[in-house]
């Protein structure tokens, strides 16, 4: 599976951006798929989950409430909508997938759960 994330931009704090993660292969339907993000300086952090059933969500504390993960099966694609940005979520933003996986329901929330890595794009948030 190869990804590939864009939708990065400079946002004004307050406002809002949709991460698209488009996918080449036939697994992306079997596998968990995750947004992780990296700030200057700081170490990658988990930032939204989700299993293969699209109901199965999770999210770190500090998104919850403005972030919205999803996928498109159909499209090869997952999502994250943000809204609400502050200049703390400026960061370098990765979508990733696991290997295909049996259960349906689980989400993985370590970045050594996922194998396949996109490349990142980049979001800023002006104050």
């Known amino acids: 599976v190869q990804l590939q994330a864009s939708g990065g931009g400079l946002v004004q704090a307050g406002g809002s951006l949709r991460l698209s993660c488009a996918a080449s292969?036939?697994?992306?339907?079997?596998?968990?798929l995750g947004w992780f993000r990296q700030a200057p300086g700081k170490e990658r952090e988990f930032v939204a989950a989700i299993g293969r059933a699209i109901s199965f969500t999770y999210y770190t504390d500090s998104v919850k409430g403005r972030f919205t993960i999803s996928r498109d099966n159909a499209k090869n694609t997952m999502y994250l909508q943000m809204v609400n940005l502050s200049p703390e979520d400026t960061a370098v933003y990765y979508c990733?997938?696991?290997?295909?996986?049996?259960?349906?329901?689980?989400?993985?929330?370590?970045?050594?759960?996922?194998?396949?890595w996109g490349q990142g794009t980049l979001v800023t948030v002006s104050s």
């Open positions: 990733a997938a696991t290997k295909p996986t049996y259960y349906v329901t689980n989400y993985y929330l370590r970045p050594e759960d996922y194998v396949y």
């Open positions: 292969g036939r697994t992306f339907s079997t596998s968990a």
